[in-house]
């Protein structure tokens, strides 16, 4: 039988050649609204010849075969009958093979389409859902407007020569802002301690053996006999530069941060592509884009684990340092770079910043977070854009208090004037 069955079909397969090539070739002609009309004259032709020839062409009911050498009367009526049967038949074959292709091409536009409507659906959820609230323009208006006073006051004509007490007053004030922008980019949220802090660089080249002795306590999630002098450098947080949206007009630092000090690692990854980076404000830095998480204490380890190459220990002592510090439950760490780089007058490779803004909140879910992102986007990035003018104050008054710092016997770190200069 499947001799049988194979044979028939080595048979039939230059018809089917054929016959899918003739659809293929002549399905606009079979589509056709003309060919449609001449389809139905044939079928009315052929079931005219029916009545008309009936019958004879019941008498000639049943067939019988004849040899080729026996004389054969051919009947004209039935024999014109039945081969306008056949071409109708053929051309109604052809011309819904035809219809059946058409319309398998429009259901697999229509489902492309559909696809991209979803797609471009999605895209406007994400917009909708990462859109500031409708008082956040407004309260930024404001905090602007404030914040180019203090800029004036401190960097203008108003002070001959502003203290570097003042400057970090101004400091605090613009965290202080950005905290409650950042509590009003949230726009349900009503509780919650907002904050925000400043991390800056010291370059290897600016750690000496006295910084190193004397910040050694300070320097976590890290193997204590690292190397500093073969690290891009550190990154230490500054206590006088800390605010909560709590102060006052004349705001003091944020008294639940203590100084502490990050490694910044040669290399962002190891030969297996894992990362070594710490995520949070050492990646900002490194990748000069916003990073953050959602939950501290519940997606940061497990992260670490799955995706960067960092000793149990060290992540033992994160769990540990976040269980403790109930003030932080989730965090966004923006890059300070530079308005050079960012106006494009600067080279952005090889160019870091000077430091990291650190915004946290002791609640999950910081800007809307989602997850943990080493690289944030959406929420996060929208809001980093519209602080960008925060953020260029800052740098220069930075700037201004490296400048006078100097001068001073406990200067900041040299790589500030560096990066800006």
């Known amino acids: 039988m499947k001799r049988v069955y194979s044979y028939l079909l080595d048979c039939l397969q230059p018809w089917i050649c054929a016959h899918s090539w003739i659809v293929k070739k002549g399905s606009p002609v079979f589509l056709n609204p003309v060919f449609g009309a001449f389809l139905t004259f044939s079928i009315l032709f052929a079931g ?38 056949l071409f109708s038949a053929l051309l109604f074959l052809f011309r819904q093979q035809a219809t059946d292709i058409a319309r398998g091409d429009a ?44 800029i004036d006051t401190v960097l203008g004509t108003r002070t001959a020569a502003a203290s570097r007490e003042d400057i970090a007053l101004a400091i605090r004030q613009f965290l202080r802002m950005i905290a409650l922008l950042a509590k009003a980019f949230d726009g349900e949220r009503k509780n919650g301690r907002y904050a925000a802090n400043i991390m800056l660089f010291r370059s290897s080249a600016c750690i000496t053996p006295d ?28 206590p006088e530069f800390s605010m909560t ?21 040669a290399k962002a990854k190891n030969a297996k ?6 995520p949070g404000a050492p990646m900002a830095f490194e990748t000069c884009e916003p990073s953050g998480i959602k939950d501290v204490r519940k997606e940061l380890c497990e992260w670490m684990q799955a995706e960067g190459d960092f000793q149990q220990f060290v992540v033992d002592e994160i769990h540990d340092y976040f269980s403790h510090h109930a003030t932080v439950r989730s965090f966004v760490s923006i890059p300070l770079i530079s308005s050079e780089v960012l106006c494009g007058r600067a080279e952005p490779q090889g160019c870091k910043p000077i430091g990291v ?21 959406s929420q996060v990035s929208n809001f980093n854009a519209l602080i960008q003018p925060f953020i260029l104050n800052l740098i220069k008054l930075l700037r201004k208090i490296s400048d006078q710092d100097r001068l001073a016997a406990d200067p900041l770190p040299s790589s500030v004037t560096e990066s800006t200069s």
């Open 211 to 238: 910084w190193t002795e004397e910040n050694d306590e300070k320097l976590l999630f890290c193997d204590r006999s690292i190397d500093l002098q073969k690290c891009q450098g550190v990154l230490e947080l500054m």
């Open 273 to 278: 592509g894992k990362l070594l980076v710490l």
């Open 48 to 85: 005219g010849l029916g009545s008309i020839f009936s019958d004879d062409i019941r008498d000639a009911v049943p067939f019988h075969w004849v040899w080729p050498w026996e004389p054969f009367k051919l009947a004209l009526g039935p024999s014109v009958f039945w081969v306008a049967s």
């Open 107 to 150: 259901q697999r536009e229509v489902r492309v389409a559909a696809d991209e409507l979803k797609a471009q659906s999605e895209k406007l959820e994400v917009l909708v859902r990462t859109m500031p609230p409708e008082n956040f323009l407004l309260e930024f208006a404001q905090l602007y407007a404030k914040s180019d006073s203090a």
């Open 245 to 265: 949206i709590t102060g006052d007009v004349e705001p003091s630092p944020d008294a639940k941060v203590k100084k502490i000090v990050l490694p910044i690692p």
């Open 357 to 377: 803004l650190n915004i946290h909140l002791d609640q999950p879910g910081l800007l809307r977070t989602e997850g943990i992102n080493p690289q944030m986007v």
